[in-house]
């Protein structure tokens, strides 16, 4: 079959699919010729002609400046052979792609930092650097609530003051509250945050998130604050350094993950309304059904991080309190399932989803673990770590004061469903 003609487009340069007899092949480089790309976000884009393409958004975005891949649809099944296992030979004699148009297509990944290799290495410590001359991570996901301070504490105190009080009784150890867009979830973190009512004095706060797209499958902590509207939330140094006599550097390791991840962030125009700009402690927390690839002592364990935390908030002066950043469900054909979210489809998800949910409000960690596990998580749970480390650091007993799915309007096709719940963890 003839090689059809396409505009890949990086930055601001533009490589045609078509095959050119120039391409020089010979000295490859190894990572080029055996790629492994890395993960990454597939954004649907139109052309001028209303030409559907995907954009392949860096989650961390090494490069700085925002720039993707953009690729005909039909070339995705092609990127979810590059897993670093065959060489591009192999590769253009199993799918009859030609060597040449592989060679391009991996040139362009790589160049846009998402292939692993040395430009990805590159990119990576290029980011790191500016994080450590400004001494922050900077997402956008903290400018969810506004550009500015003041705008997004009006929006968060909207959001709050349309909240019901759930009239909690005891002490508040920690809460539970999405990582969705506000659009989606903002019901339901308002729900969450309400919980604390008028009880705002706290020394620190230790925010548990989800890693959704880095490389680190061990514990993920940082060093570093985090940017919003309202300056940088800084680190809880002494905390930290608590936690470092502990478990040493490896608590740090995969630090850069946290460029592309919102689950931290997202948190922080709330904590700021409610509390203050309060230190914080940051850790992507992995779930602990899933071992580690490599038993190797190299990364820290759902297991060690639960047990250290316990301990150092018992040493720790003051009051401290632990946030889960979590979401529940996802469903629907962006997530692999072959059929539309409608009306019934819904109705099942929230069935299962308050069935697990009351399992966790028994307060039986391993009841809960071994449910997740028996259904194989089916309904895909994103946060079973975080949501399990803030029961047993805590030691509170969880209740619901929110459970709220994605609205139909945000998504009239039906291809996603997100559930979230809002959940206190309360002193017993």
């Not at 930055?11 to 007899?21: G, P, Q």
């Not at 996901?141 to 009784?169: F, H, N, S, V, Y």
């Not at 509250?177 to 004095?201: N, S, V």
């Not at 919102?262 to 904590?271: D, G, K, M, N």
């Amino acid at each position: 079959a003839r090689l059809k003609r396409f505009p890949l487009r990086v930055s601001d340069k533009t490589f045609d699919f078509a095959i050119h007899s120039n391409f020089l092949m010979d000295q490859i480089p190894a990572h080029r010729d055996r790629p492994h790309v890395r993960q990454f976000m597939p954004i649907a884009v139109e052309n001028a002609e209303k030409k559907v393409f995907l954009a392949l958004r860096d989650p961390a975005n090494l490069r700085g400046d925002g720039n993707s891949p953009v690729i005909p649809p039909e070339l995705l099944p092609l990127l979810s052979i590059f897993q670093g296992e065959q060489t591009i030979d192999q590769i253009s004699e199993t799918t009859g792609a030609p060597k040449e148009f592989l060679l391009q297509l991996v040139t362009v990944l790589d160049e846009a930092g998402l292939l692993w290799g040395p430009n990805c290495d590159r990119l990576e410590k290029e980011a790191m650097d500016r994080v450590r001359e400004s001494g922050a991570f900077s997402t956008n996901a903290a400018d969810a609530a506004g550009q500015d301070a003041a705008e997004a504490t009006e929006r968060i105190r909207e959001m709050l003051a349309a909240a019901e009080d759930p009239e909690l009784e005891g002490e508040i150890l920690g809460i539970i509250a999405p990582h969705l867009d506000y659009g989606r979830g903002g019901k339901t973190y308002a729900a969450a945050y309400k919980a604390f009512g008028t009880d705002t004095k706290v020394d620190r706060i230790v925010i548990l998130g989800t890693n959704h797209f880095g490389a680190g499958d061990g514990v993920v902590m940082s060093r570093f604050g985090f940017n919003s509207p309202f300056g940088i939330f800084k680190a809880d140094s002494a905390f930290l350094d608590s936690l470092h006599k502990k478990l040493g550097d490896r608590l740090f390791k995969d630090e850069v993950d946290h460029l592309g991840e919102h689950s931290i962030s997202i948190q922080l125009p709330w904590i700021h309304t409610v509390f203050g700009n309060v230190p914080i402690v940051a850790a992507l927390v992995p779930s602990p059904l899933v071992p580690l690839l490599s038993d190797d002592g190299a990364r820290v364990s759902f297991d060690e991080i639960v047990a250290a935390l316990q301990t150092s908030i018992a040493e720790a002066p003051g009051r401290t309190l632990v946030i889960a950043s979590a979401d529940l469900s996802h469903v629907g054909p962006q997530f692999g399932d072959e059929t539309p979210i409608g009306g019934e489809i819904r109705k099942q998800v929230e069935s299962y989803d308050r069935s697990l949910l009351a399992t966790y409000l028994e307060g039986n960690i391993q009841s809960f673990l071994h449910k997740v596990t028996r259904d194989r998580n089916h309904q895909r749970w994103c946060s079973i770590g975080n949501m399990t480390a803030a029961k047993i650091v805590t030691g509170g007993l969880p209740e619901l004061c929110e459970y709220s799915q994605s609205p139909v309007e945000s998504d009239p096709k039906g291809n996603a469903l997100v559930s979230s719940a809002a959940l206190a963890l309360i002193k017993v």
